[in-house]
Structures are given as structure tokens and as C-alpha cells.
Nanobody, 115 residues
Framework: QVQVAESGGDLVQPGGSLRLSCAAS????????MGWYRQAPGKQREFVAR???????IYTDSVKGRCTMSRDNAKNTVFLQMNDLKPEDTAVYYC?????????WGQGTQVTVSS
């Protein structure tokens, strides 16, 4: 089994920054791709960013230039640095790890951008 735990969500003013963390633990035998998704109230969950085994990243257009995803392989942890946050970034942010058998999701962390 694999466990995924997000942290770092908070209430922040527009233009502010947050750093989300996601730690994976359990039966992991190699570095795996991981991703961030978000779900705003009344909307479907959407892709935000992904980092592969080699550290290559991709982002959804709405966060390009404002968000940076990185990883600490020794700790099986990924991060999402979010800058210049906007009210439309308000959502529950979920982390996903892709294993050969299946994907595992965390419980999510709430990000609220409001003045």
C-alpha cells in the first residue's frame, strides 16, 4: 500500500504565495511520477502540474509562470510553489502518485485566496 499526504494549504490574500507539500510513503520501490490536481466548489477536479521520474514538469496553462513543481527524491516528497495567487486558484488541492499498479490520491489540502 501507498499513502499520500498533502499539507500547506491556507487562507491567503490575492497576490500572495503558498508552498504545498505532498509526501508519499509505503511500498515504493522507485521514484514515481507525481501530480497536483485541484477541485473548486461545484467544479470537476482538474490537472494542475506533474513531475516525472527525471524531474521534468508540465503545467496547466492557467498556472504557468506562477507555479513551480519540484521534488525531493530522498523523501518521496513533491512541492508546489504557488505565487501571485488569484481568487480563481481557490480549491482543494490533491496530490497523486502514479505507480505501476495504480494511482494513489491524498485527502487534499484547502487553498483559499480571498481578501
Amino acid at each position: 500500500q501507498v499513502q499520500v499526504a498533502e499539507s500547506g494549504g491556507d487562507l491567503v490574500q490575492p497576490g500572495g504565495s503558498l508552498r504545498l507539500s505532498c509526501a508519499a510513503s509505503g511500498m515504493l520501490f522507485s521514484i514515481r511520477p507525481m501530480g497536483w490536481y485541484r477541485q473548486a466548489p461545484g467544479k470537476q477536479r482538474e490537472f494542475v502540474a506533474r513531475i516525472d521520474n527525471g524531474g521534468n514538469t508540465i503545467y496547466t496553462d492557467s498556472v504557468k509562470g506562477r507555479c513551480t513543481m519540484s521534488r525531493d527524491n530522498a523523501k518521496n516528497t513533491v512541492f508546489l510553489q504557488m505565487n501571485d495567487l488569484k481568487p480563481e486558484d481557490t480549491a482543494v488541492y490533491y496530490c497523486k502518485i502514479e505507480t505501476l499498479a495504480r494511482d494513489y490520491w491524498g485527502q487534499g489540502t484547502q487553498v483559499t485566496v480571498s481578501s
